[in-house]
T-cell receptor, first 109, second 118 residues
Framework: DAKTTQPNSMESNEEEPVHLPCNHS???????IHWYRQLPSQGPEYVIH???SNVNNRMASLAIAEDRKSSTLILHRATLRDAAVYYC??????????FGPGTRLSVLP | DGGITQSPKYLFRKEGQNVTLSCEQN?????MYWYRQDPGQGLRLIYY???????QKGDIAEGYSVSREKKESFPLTVTSAQKNPTAFYLC?????????????????FGPGTRLTVL
């Protein structure tokens, strides 16, 4: 299984940009890169996903390295509501997401 | 409102009892999933189903069973064979793309059921 590596935790100040890194050196050509986040005692929610090109949506941006072995989730202005665990996931055969422990983001006021 | 519902939110059971967790979705999704989450850990896939009357084992299926008799419903039974059932259980659903694959489709998660076995 293709695996991802993320820092255990990160801190950010409110209203500053946050760059959450993810390494996936064994990614295959057809793997999509997904990002989800999970607030305490809630189910995860979708943030963004991409294949090769950088992606933007109302929540965040996804920057994918040219060799696809790493990616970065960018929150342009962190708010207190963005404090959560962020998961970087590679899709395998289309059904199985493999969730690692993720990055716990703390946002300081 | 469309979404996924799980009930109950909290569930307590005695050791040795089977218990069934409910998951219902009105998003018209074909695929549904069950995950287990232990404290401080990521989610692990228990079972998934792409279509009614069909389901596949995930990474940690031992001690669990599922059924998919209706598109909207995917109940999970935690049996007495599951050695450490206390955990947070999450249900999810998604569309399936061309060929039945979901690799680029968002998974929508329910609020979860926290099961405690005493």
């Amino acid at each position: 299984d293709a695996k991802t590596t993320q820092p255990n935790s990160m801190e950010s100040n409110e209203e500053e940009p946050v760059h959450l890194p993810c390494n996936h050196s064994t990614i295959s050509g057809t793997d999509y890169i997904h990002w989800y986040r999970q607030l305490p005692s809630q189910g995860p929610e979708y943030v963004i996903h991409g294949l090769t090109s950088n992606v933007n949506n109302r929540m965040a941006s996804l920057a994918i390295a040219e060799d696809r072995k790493s990616s970065t989730l960018i929150l342009h202005r962190a708010t207190l509501r963005d404090a959560a665990v962020y998961y970087c996931i590679l899709s395998q055969d289309g059904q199985n997401f493999v969730f690692g422990p993720g990055t716990r983001l703390s946002v300081l006021p | 409102d469309g979404g996924i519902t799980q009930s109950p939110k909290y569930l307590f059971r005695k050791e040795g009892q089977n218990v069934t967790l409910s998951c219902e979705q009105n998003l018209n999704h074909d695929a549904m999933y069950w995950y287990r989450q232990d404290p401080g850990q990521g989610l692990r896939l228990i079972y998934y189903s792409q279509i009614v009357n069909d389901f596949q084992k995930g990474d940690i299926a031992e001690g669990y069973s599922v059924s998919r008799e209706k598109k909207e419903s995917f109940p999970l039974t935690v049996t007495s064979a599951q050695k450490n059932p206390t955990a947070f259980y999450l249900c999810a659903s998604s569309w399936t793309g061309v060929g039945g694959y979901s690799s680029y489709n968002e998974q929508f998660f329910g609020p979860g059921t926290r099961l405690t076995v005493l």
